[in-house]
């Protein structure tokens, strides 16, 4: 959905589009590089939920981008937010969850996990695509910025966040 809404609603070219995705992978490595010292300081946990709180929000900036200079920035300053939110938030999950899971379970709990995430993607991507076909691009970035919040808030209210400094 973001290579269509970049590429034919904002006029993105091809170079530009790559400009934004290496923009997001910078930002996530920049995330994944301080995901440490942030995890250190609140917690695992707390990272984890502060970093998916950040979704909803780079989602709406998306929405809000239009084909002008002030919303291509927009649409960058987006993916730069969602890149060091990922990149925190990656490996302060993964630790939580190898910290929590019996050594002899890890292999096949990790599969799991990994399986269901690429799955979801998947199945998110062919609903995104179905939902532009059927309603528009931005009725689906306000719905892809709904199910972020929800998702944050649910994990907002889970026991992760009581999880500070556990690992």
Excluded: C, K
Aim: proline share 3%; charged share 10%.
């Amino acid at each position: 959905m973001l290579s269509l809404f970049a590429l034919r609603s904002l006029g993105f070219s091809a170079y530009t589009y790559g400009l934004l995705l290496t923009t997001f992978g910078v930002a996530s490595l920049l995330g994944a590089s301080s995901a440490h010292a942030i995890g250190t300081r609140i917690g695992p946990g707390r990272t984890v939920i502060l970093a998916r709180s950040l979704y909803p929000l780079t989602w709406l900036l998306v929405t809000f981008a239009t084909d002008t200079i002030v919303g291509h920035l927009l649409l960058f300053a987006a993916l730069g937010l969602q890149g060091l939110a990922a990149g925190a938030e990656n490996a302060n999950e993964m630790g939580y969850w190898q910290a929590h899971t019996p050594d002899e379970l890890l292999g096949r709990v990790n599969a799991a996990r990994r399986s269901v995430n690429r799955t979801m993607a998947a199945l998110g991507a062919v609903t995104a695509g179905l939902l532009v076909g059927a309603i528009g691009e931005r009725p689906t970035l306000i719905g892809v910025t709904i199910v972020f919040a929800i998702a944050a808030g649910t994990l907002a209210f889970s026991p992760l966040r009581h999880s500070a400094r556990d690992l």
